[in-house]
């Protein structure tokens, strides 16, 4: 008779295990990543993790691609490729010494062409620039 009491006590308290508020100390997330320069791309957009507390920046480091300049003001080369790169994140944000947080950051652009982006219901969405039309010419060609 007491195992059984032992054991609906037991249930009783598993039960009301789930009602007991846990705090948790949040642990981090992701944002999106991508590269590109005026003729190719560079990084395809992929998910790069972060933990709490972590910067933009020591998120870039830990991604496995390679950014020459990093610990410096200006990402001079992307996976090898050099180039005039410009970095920016939501709201046209810049700065990779910002606190990764899903208030802060959804996505990581490195351009040197005019692309922008911003992430939208779990959507990237890259604009690219306008490239001026190209204009037939004529040409005279002489058989025979």
């Known amino acids: 008779m007491k195992s059984i009491r032992f054991l609906a006590l037991l249930l009783c308290a598993a039960l009301l ?11 981090g997330g992701s944002f999106y990543l991508t590269a590109s320069t005026a003729g190719q791309t560079l990084i395809e957009p992929v998910a790069v993790p972060y933990t709490a507390g972590q910067t933009i920046r020591d998120a870039l480091r830990g991604s496995g691609y390679a950014f ?3 610990d410096t003001a200006f990402i001079t080369d992307i996976e090898g490729v050099a180039g005039n790169f410009t970095v920016y994140y939501d709201g046209g944000a810049y700065s990779l010494d910002a606190i990764a947080s899903p208030e802060t950051v959804t996505a990581v652009v490195f351009s040197e062409s005019g692309i922008t982006a911003a992430y939208h219901n779990g959507i990237l969405e890259l604009t690219l620039p306008k490239q001026a039309p190209v204009v037939p010419q004529a040409r005279q060609i002489t058989i025979g």
Do not use: K, R
Request: zero cysteines; hydrophobic letters at 50%; a neutral charge.
């Open 68 to 70: 020459g300049g990093i």
């Open 17 to 27: 295990l789930p009602l007991v508020p846990v705090h948790a100390a949040q642990s």
